[in-house]
């Protein structure tokens, strides 16, 4: 008798949405420094919905179900003192809401006392609360998509400190938040402090490996070829995903913070080593689920470069922070450390970072857009999370791509020398 897990049946998503009901009419509240992530968005769940609403005109509960826009409209009033007020200007009684916030955006700015002040993770979290607490009482159900947690990376804890994370996912749980979602959780071990919630950790892995596959359509896609690099132990799982879905090698190094010491708002590496096979030619793809200042991620691309042979070496992170600005970055590639940089739009990132040549930006509406979609209609999201059929699709075009590519170039030489 097999007792093994069953497969999960064959679902095709856009059917399900069309046999199903909305929970509720869909609002997306997007918070300060969301605005161009929200248009996007609003723009295929427009489209979509239009679409399905033509066949559903005589269902009540469709009643609604395509707007002009999904935006709900608010104001955030700012007093002189830093103090804040948010007012919704429209009613959300019975919305299903989602609540888009980039707690990182440090390019919105305030004023206090007379001085312009850059928002930090603190303030935009701060009025994530405002915004729950105008809505609670009134929308059906709030959802929050966060795609890089509010302190995140202070998860755990290993001397007498604060656990900033757990603290913030229990607080918008108590205040009524039934889902929270977010993007390659730095330890997503964290949701465990709200275990009646939904919380949802969505991997970037088919964005980003379809990025590339944009940036670099000569690139070579196998194990003889490209090596996954972890730039620590930390990121070996995410890694391992990435070599699993490329059918690639994988290398990490070993790094060993000193976190008793704190140097310039981080912890000082105090060991680097490369654990691995050789890369003579190969091209690397390092993959961490963030980039702060990115002394880190920059030497191991310099390791890989100049110690370990590798030929191309290309940076993945989720989140491009850049917090110590980037003339490293623009040094690094000046030096052939490293060749692109890819992270997503999910974060603010500053208009001189987008016009760097070196840097390449995945766009995550679509995906974020599918997945407010079928949330709305309390439909699965396990294809969506786990996209290994997608992206093993868009290896097979791209490889197929190559190949013609060859082929094309091989005609054109034989007949060159036949003439």
């Keep these: 008798m097999n007792c093994g897990v069953l497969p999960m049946p064959e679902i095709n998503l856009e059917k399900a949405v069309e046999n199903s009901i909305p929970v509720g009419k869909l609002g997306i509240l997007a918070l300060t420094g969301t605005d161009k992530l929200a248009k996007k968005i609003d723009f295929y769940l427009r489209k979509w919905r239009a679409e399905l609403c033509a066949a559903k005109r005589d ?9 002009e826009s999904y935006q709900i409209k608010y104001k955030i009033y700012p007093f002189g003192s830093g103090e804040r007020k948010f007012v919704l200007e429209q009613s959300v009684r019975g919305y299903d809401v989602y609540i888009l916030c980039d707690v990182f955006n440090y390019g919105e700015t305030y004023e206090m006392y007379g001085y312009k002040n850059r928002m930090c993770p603190d303030m935009h979290f701060a009025d994530l609360k405002r915004a729950i607490s105008a809505i609670a009482g009134k929308a059906r159900r709030i959802n929050v998509i966060m795609p890089m947690l509010y302190e995140g990376r202070q998860d ?17 749980a108590a205040m009524g938040v039934e889902n929270i979602v977010t993007f390659d959780a730095h330890n997503a071990s964290v949701q465990n402090a709200i275990p009646l919630k939904g919380f949802e950790n969505v991997r970037t892995t088919y964005q980003m490996i379809k990025a590339l596959c944009r940036a670099e359509p000569n690139l070579i896609i196998d194990k003889d070829n490209l090596v996954i690099i972890a730039p620590d132990a ?10 699993k879905a490329l059918g690639a090698d994988i290398g990490m190094f070993y790094k060993q913070r000193d976190y008793a010491l704190v140097e310039d708002g981080r912890n000082k ?14 091209s690397a793809i390092v993959v961490d689920d963030m980039i702060a200042s990115g002394d880190s991620m ?29 003339k490293r970055f623009d040094d690094a590639c000046e030096k052939g450390w490293i060749n692109r940089v890819f992270t997503t739009n999910t974060v603010y990132r500053p208009p001189e970072l987008l016009r760097r040549k ?5 766009d ?19 294809i969506l999370l786990n996209p290994s059929a997608k992206i093993e699709e868009l290896l097979h075009k791209h490889n197929e791509r190559l190949e013609q590519d060859r082929f094309d170039l091989f005609t054109l030489a034989r007949k060159e020398s036949d003439e």
């Design 298 to 326: 920059l030497k191991v691309a310099q390791n890989l470069k100049e110690k370990q042979g590798a030929e191309k070496i290309f940076l993945f992170s989720a989140f491009g922070l850049f917090t110590s600005g980037l």
């Design 234 to 243: 930390g990121a070996m799982g995410r890694c391992a995903y990435y070599a």
């Design 364 to 382: 995550m509406s679509k995906y974020i857009a599918y997945l407010l979609n079928n949330l709305n209609h309390d439909q699965t999201l396990s």
């Design 156 to 172: 755990k804890r290993t001397m007498r400190e604060s656990l900033d994370c757990a603290q913030a996912l229990q607080e918008m």
């Design 59 to 67: 269902n009540p509960h469709y009643d609604g179900y395509a707007q």
């Design 358 to 362: 070196w840097y390449k930006q995945v």
């Design 269 to 282: 590496i105090t060991e680097h080593e490369y654990l691995g096979a050789p890369l003579d030619g190969k």
